[in-house]
């Protein structure tokens, strides 16, 4: 079971929830790029390789056997904030497709280069998986 936490007087954030207060299983999931299973880019766009990440960090998630809707903290690490913000409508579109809700604690930081040099974004995730 997650509850999304909102302080009495606070505005509901948009696209994300200011904390979250979770019980079960903690799955941590490391940082996830936009390459696929084989570790190959099919890509340079942003929101193609963030869509591709969001899968990457899906699958994981499914392997502890957990589902998008036991996500509840992300950090997504981006290479231009710009391209980022250009791509909001697309990565969106996908996040409610593939994850569905936004009860998730986020944070996104721009850094200067990530590790793998085609990457463009990477998403690390913690889920928490509620009792049987």
Known sequence: MKKALLPAGWIKPRGYANGVAATGTQ????????????????T??????????????LAVLHEAGGK?????????YVTDKREYLAALKDIGRAFRELIGDYDI???????V????????????????????
């Open 27 to 42: 799955v941590f999931i490391a940082g996830q790029i936009g390459w696929d299973e084989q570790a190959q880019f099919h």
């Open 113 to 132: 280069a990530l590790i793998e040099d085609r990457a463009k974004v990477e998403i690390e995730a913690t889920a928490v998986i509620p009792p049987r």
């Open 68 to 76: 998008p809707e036991h996500l509840v903290r992300m950090t997504w």
């Open 105 to 111: 604690a986020m944070s996104a930081v721009q850094v």
């Open 44 to 57: 340079d766009d942003f929101a193609a390789q963030a869509v591709q990440a969001i899968r990457n960090l």
